[in-house]
């Protein structure tokens, strides 16, 4: 329920209540805010760069101790670039086969917090040559010189202006085969913000043309298994981006050559697909995408003709890694930058867009079943914008088959479900779709009353009249509190604006409540903001034991 409304105008008026979150969702989705926001939030429980905010949940740095014991080490010696990566490995190429049957219940290690499963970023190739029999595609690294990456600090700025989430990263290295290691990382433009390894070693990060990421030791390598945890981040279009107006072409100078006889058989097939290298850039994404995802896992592989990539793509027969596959040489016939992404469990596909930099696209290809390991208390991460690009009913149904044998994976609750972005299938049956794998999780704009038994909460601002000018800090107080009227503390606080008769909310920060439920912040108020009336909305998300709380 809501009471007490009271407003107050100055330059700019707001207004402010109390609201109890009695079993209602009571607000809607409101996105993480880049990661130099909540510094203040983070300093108040004085354990900044120790900790990261997400989806109302305070996550601290991974540890040795706490490391899954059955999570396999990455080591120097390389994978043989067949069917899926060797835990720990890192293929240097990928060769096509013709498997093209539904595959086992798949392992995989998470090493990010939030949670990326399946999407732990360990292989990525960018080029494709022609392999020794003078006629099958195959995939490569372009450049494989590494670069040093610097560890940039976690106050440091971001390179530009696209917001950024922020990860929790672990992983085991073991040197005895090599000084040189893969590092899994989250999107190929990540940056690493902090570094710290268990035993202390000296290592650096460095990185290749293709986005793959490396720990090195200087000098002698440690000897026995390092822990490492950094500190990372992301650009939030990675994981899903409104799709730009552009040719299809746009960034084709960026493209590793390409054997003409190779570009001219994926040219061949792309205007099968009603699609040419004077296409628009969008609707080259679609169609690619679309044809892709209706791939089917098949025990009876295509017809053998000589030529597996023109096979495989004409049949839409196989699981991930040939979907990807496929995707890759068509798309970099077209003149599109993409690569071929793959861990022991999943591979996938990056694009780059003009001004928006790298997109993942996940094309689908199930399992029996996916194993996660290291995952199960793990918030996982959810994108803020809705998949851009086509879902066909094949692409649904694997997944849907995927979701119902997955173990390991921290299952969204109903409300979870409810406030991402669920694909228009899945809005009626959120319900049912709370047994899937979370990475499957996304919007519906739908509000449903809470089935698992959190406790209500409600937040009560100290200020009942509030002044502010353009330009300078609103300073607030509050509380929040359960039933009983205990406080409740580390809890995730967001403090919004919204003009009148609108329901379109600007962010202004967030913090964290302390000691009694108590919290306290001074957010900026942007100087060019219209003066008149406006409501001041603060919300929790509450987490898995309290429902979320509105006051506005």
Same mark, same amino acid.
């Given at each position: 329920m809501r009471v007490g409304l009271s407003v107050v105008t100055i330059l700019a008026a707001l207004t402010a209540a109390q609201a109890w979150a009695d079993g209602e969702v009571l607000h809607?989705?409101?996105?993480?805010?880049d990661p130099n926001e909540p510094v203040a939030a983070l300093a108040e429980l004085g354990a900044a760069p120790d900790v990261i905010l997400y989806d109302g949940e305070v996550l601290t740095a991974p540890s040795a101790q706490d490391a899954p014991a059955e999570a396999p080490p990455?080591?120097?010696?390389?994978?043989?670039?067949?069917?899926?990566?060797?835990?720990?490995?890192?293929?240097?190429?990928?060769? &096509?086969?013709?498997?093209?049957?539904?595959?086992?219940t798949l392992q995989y290690y998470a090493a990010f917090t939030p949670s990326i499963a399946p999407f732990k970023r360990v292989t990525s190739l960018d080029a494709v040559r022609l392999d020794a029999d003078g006629r099958t595609p195959v995939l490569g690294i372009h450049d494989p010189r590494r670069r040093s990456v610097a560890i940039e600090g976690a106050e440091a700025e971001p390179p530009d202006t696209r917001p950024r989430d922020r990860f929790w990263g672990e992983a085991k290295l073991e040197f005895a085969g090599g000084r040189v290691l893969p590092l899994p990382s989250v999107s190929p433009e990540s940056r690493i913000l902090s570094l710290r390894s268990e035993p202390e070693s000296d290592l650096t990060i460095e990185r290749d043309a293709a986005g793959n990421f490396f720990a090195v030791a200087r000098g002698?390598?440690?000897?026995?298994?390092?822990?490492?945890a950094f500190l990372t981040d992301a650009p939030r279009s990675y994981f899903a981006a409104e799709l730009p107006r552009a040719r299809v072409d746009a960034l084709a100078r960026e493209l590793p050559p390409l054997d003409d006889d190779v570009r001219a058989r994926a040219l061949a097939f792309a205007a099968e697909l009603g699609i040419s290298q004077r296409s628009d850039l969008a609707h080259a994404l679609s169609a690619l995408t679309a044809h892709f995802r209706a791939f089917e896992e098949s025990a009876q592989p295509p017809p053998d003709s000589g030529d597996i990539y023109l096979d495989l793509v004409r049949?839409?027969?196989?699981?991930?890694?040939?979907?990807?596959?496929?995707?890759?040489?068509? *798309?970099?016939?077209?003149?599109?930058?993409?690569?071929?992404?793959?861990?022991?469990?999943?591979?996938?596909?990056?694009?780059?867009? &003009?001004?928006?930099?790298?997109?993942r696209v996940d094309l689908g290809g199930a399992a029996h079943g996916l194993s996660a390991h290291g995952a199960h208390d793990k918030p996982q991460y959810q994108a803020a914008l809705p998949d851009p690009l086509p879902r066909p009913a094949a692409y649904e149904e694997s997944y849907s088959l995927l979701g119902r044998n997955t173990s390991g994976l921290r299952k969204p609750s109903?409300?979870?479900?409810?406030?991402?972005?669920?694909?228009? *299938?899945?809005?009626?049956?959120?319900?049912?779709?709370?047994?899937?794998?979370s990475f499957m999780a996304g919007p519906s704009a739908h509000g449903a009353r809470d089935t698992s038994g959190r406790a209500p909460l409600a937040i009560a601002l100290r200020e009942r009249r509030l002044q502010v000018q353009r330009g300078s800090e609103l300073e607030l107080h509050g509380r929040v509190q359960d039933g009983a009227g205990a406080g409740v503390s580390g809890l995730r606080i967001e403090v919004s604006l919204a003009a009148e008769q609108r329901r379109e909310r600007?962010?202004?920060?967030?913090?964290?409540?302390?000691v009694g439920g108590e919290f306290q912040g001074r957010f900026g108020v942007p100087p060019d903001l219209a003066a008149?009336?406006?409501?001041?909305?603060?919300?929790?998300?509450?987490?898995?034991?309290?429902l979320p709380a509105l006051a506005e």
């Open positions: 809607e989705f409101v996105p993480d805010v990455m080591v120097a010696t390389a994978g043989d670039g067949v069917l899926g990566d060797a835990p720990g490995q890192r293929s240097p190429s990928f060769r &096509p086969d013709r498997l093209t049957e539904l595959e086992g002698e390598p440690p000897a026995g298994e390092v822990f490492v049949a839409k027969k196989g699981v991930c890694r040939h979907r990807a596959y496929g995707f890759v040489v068509t *798309a970099q016939a077209l003149g599109i930058p993409a690569r071929f992404v793959q861990n022991e469990a999943h591979s996938w596909v990056e694009v780059k867009l &003009p001004r928006l930099g790298w997109m109903l409300e979870q479900l409810q406030g991402r972005w669920v694909a228009p *299938a899945e809005q009626g049956a959120a319900a049912q779709a709370a047994g899937k794998a600007m962010l202004l920060g967030v913090t964290v409540s302390g008149g009336d406006y409501r001041l909305v603060v919300v929790t998300p509450g987490n898995d034991r309290y």
